[in-house]
């Protein structure tokens, strides 16, 4: 067995997945077990210890075991990393792996400052870290700054976070430390914050890594109309809040780059508006009403991207949500050749994009080579409660 995955929540199925992957490691090369229990572990031991670590997989603490010495791609969901970074980074064999996915994983910051400050050479060329369910307002992830900056040679980094705008000032020329070889970039946030601190530094990001050949795709979660918007009042902006905020969509906007940007395809991510668990009780209105309510800015930013004065390169615009195998609102657009597009009632129209049909999202390569960055970083539990 070269490659195992589970998904689940049951505390004795872990147990048997722990002995199957102790059974396995000797020939393991990939590694998924995503734990869909949002419920914290109550600790058994004092001071308290990874159950992942030394009930699961039965690691000695403190010994630093290599337990899987061929494993190449890593993805953990849901657990507690804690007291435990050393002996976990020594039982994965992380100086050897090339894909590594961290969701919602208690002390991943002890975890990715030990990497940042050992002499470990760092391979990987994937790197995902979603950061939800044990936020500290008073993080800025510094920590994630320190590691991306200790190694190079990323070609993809997806990073879910509830507020970028609470970034170090670092985090940004840690991204930059990897633009020689990044070709895909997603950073979503749980809310769209509309945060001008944070448009202005994702600006000079985006705008650093835009002049690189080899960056691909982008992904952003904010309003589609900061994108297009220079400061004047584009087509379908008439709501007050919009203009209040001219100043950032100015920042943010793709518009006022020469040269234009030179993204394949960009993925504007509605998960702010399908808040987590613990964000819920605040919302009121449905995932459904919110993406239909956006979807017009959505269309003005496709009008824009795929005309004349848009984006050159550009081939897909993704919209919505797809972490969750479609159960969220999404839509697909792509570059209309002909710009003709005629409607149900059979009126003919100019337009410069369409919609990409059922089959051409099953055929076409540059959807399917870039599934695993569409659905990045998923945002809720597969499991709701």
Known sequence: MRKLVWRGSGVPELFAVGALLRSSAEVLKEIEVDRVDPSIDEYRHSPPRSRLAYEFLKLVPGERSLLFPHLQKLSLSGFDLVSASTDIISAFNFSQLRSLKLRDCSKTDDLLSILASSSL?????????VYLEYYDAKDDLSYLARFLHSFRALKELHVLYPDLGKATDQLWPSILHHKQTLERL???????????????KEDRLVRALSEQDNFQCLGICCRPIYLVSQGNNPEGWHDKTAQANRLMSKSAALAQ???RPRCK?????VTGWVPSRWMRHVEGRTSDEKFSAALPEALTFARWAFGHDGLPDLQIIAFGDFALQGRRPNILLCREKYGLRVSQSGFKSTSPFREVTEEEARSWSIIQENADFLSACPEDRLVCH
Do not use: A, C, K, W
């Not at 997603?186 to 202005?200: D, I, K, T, W």
């Not at 395809?265 to 991510?269: A, D, K, Q, V, Y």
């Open 121 to 129: 050479p760092i391979r990987l060329t994937y790197f995902e870290f």
């Open 186 to 200: 997603l950073f979503h946030e749980v809310g769209v914050q509309l945060n001008p601190q944070f448009s202005m």
């Open 257 to 259: 780059f020469d040269p």
């Open 265 to 269: 395809l960009i993925h504007i991510r």
